[in-house]
Structure formats: C-alpha cells, structure tokens
C-alpha cells in the first residue's frame, strides 16, 4: 500500500522517494500546520479588517484577498470548502491510503491542501497526482466514481478545481508503478530545475541548471 505523499515524492522525482525511503525522512518541515490552518479561515482571512500581516501568507494583503475573492466567486462548491463536512480523514484505497484535507458530500470529492505555490494554471504533477490518489481512494471506499478533487493553495488564496481525466489518471498509474518498483536509486534527473529545489541534491550529486551556468 503506497501513501499519498510518497506517490506525490515519486511524481517528483522517483529517486527522490529512493533517498526519502532510505532515510526515513518523514517529519513534515516546520511551519506546514500553520499555512494548512488558513485554509480552514477562508471567511475570517477575506474580512476587511482581517490583519493578514499576522499570517502566514505569501501574497500582498491586496493580493490575497483578491486571488481568495476570485476563487469564492468562480467556485460553485466554495461553501463546502469553507465549511467542509469532514475534514483531515484518512481514505484507504485498493492502491494507496493517506489523509484528505477536507471531503465535501455529494457528489464526493476531495480536496488536498498544499504548503507550496501554484503555477499560474492548473497544479504541478504532484499535488495532481496526491489529488488523484484521494479521489481514487475516496471512490474506493464509497463504491462510486470520484470526478473531481480540489487542490488547496492557502499562502496564495488559490483554490484548483480538478476533473479526472484520463490523462491524469494514467500518470498516477505510472507513478504507482513507479513507487511499487523501487528497489534501487533511479536515474538522476538531468538539467531539471526541480533538483534546484530538491533536499537531497548534495547527497545526489546533481548540480541544478542555476549552478552550472556559474561555472
Ligand atoms: S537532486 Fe534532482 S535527481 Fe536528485 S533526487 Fe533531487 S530532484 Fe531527483
């Protein structure tokens, strides 16, 4: 049984699940309940006299409450996920377990919080694949298709709506054979800019693409 945040790790990068598996590296970094909290305040964080200089957001004040507003508006779940009707739960799939942020009822659908940024459309390929993972998981456990799942920004007020397309559904099937399969270090990325941001790249060897245009 895979959890959701080694098949997210795999979608990362699969030798990066290799190093956090063999060192069992698993405490979640300083500071992650803190932004996952702000996606339980949605309502308090919009209000004009909120003091968002007290939080932990990574937007301007001006900034934020427009991205969350633009999300309230242009969300047609936006008050289940305010006010989600369960939340932290722990879904346990044929495949893969792990907990689901909030669960909103019906139709059911997850939604995964994420400490990081979004792009500018969509999500990245792990928090797409986390996603996908709930939602298959959720579908698992309630005997009925899961269409939709929903991904969490909330240092950045943005809310993704994702549907599960085949496509996606495809890369989380090879990302699970991935994880299932791994029993040695796998390839290095090459001249990828994740390695920029991995915290394994010292013990890795990679130098990232920043680096190299130094030398
Ligand atoms: S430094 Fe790059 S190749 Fe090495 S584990 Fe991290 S992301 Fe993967």
Redesign the pocket.
């Known amino acids: 049984m895979q959890s959701f945040s080694d098949l997210a790790t795999a979608a990362y990068?699969s030798?990066?699940l290799y190093?956090r598996r063999r060192e069992d590296d698993y405490d979640p970094p300083p500071g992650v309940e803190a932004v996952r909290s702000l996606a339980f305040r949605y309502p308090e964080l919009l209000a004009p006299d909120a003091d968002l200089d007290t939080v932990p957001i990574e937007r301007s004040p001006t900034n934020y409450r427009s991205a969350l507003g633009s999300a309230k508006a242009r969300l047609d779940r936006w008050e289940e996920l305010v006010d989600p009707p369960e939340r932290r739960v722990l879904l346990e799939g044929k495949d893969c377990r792990g907990v689901a942020h909030k669960l909103l009822s019906e139709p059911p659908a997850p939604a995964i919080v994420s400490t990081g940024s979004p792009p500018e459309r969509g999500v990245y390929e792990p928090q797409s694949v986390r996603a996908t993972a709930a939602a298959k998981a959720l579908a698992w456990e309630r005997k009925r298709p899961v269409e939709t799942a929903y991904v969490e920004y909330p240092a950045y007020g943005e809310i993704r709506r994702l549907r599960m397309t085949t496509r996606r559904k495809a890369r989380y099937r090879r990302t699970l054979r991935a994880a299932r399969s791994l029993d040695g270090p796998p390839p290095?990325?090459r001249n990828?800019d994740?390695?920029r941001a991995?915290e394994?790249?010292d013990q890795?060897g990679?130098r990232s693409r920043s680096l190299r245009s130094l030398l």
């Open positions: 990068c030798r990066k190093y290095r990325l990828d994740r390695c991995c394994y790249r890795c990679t």
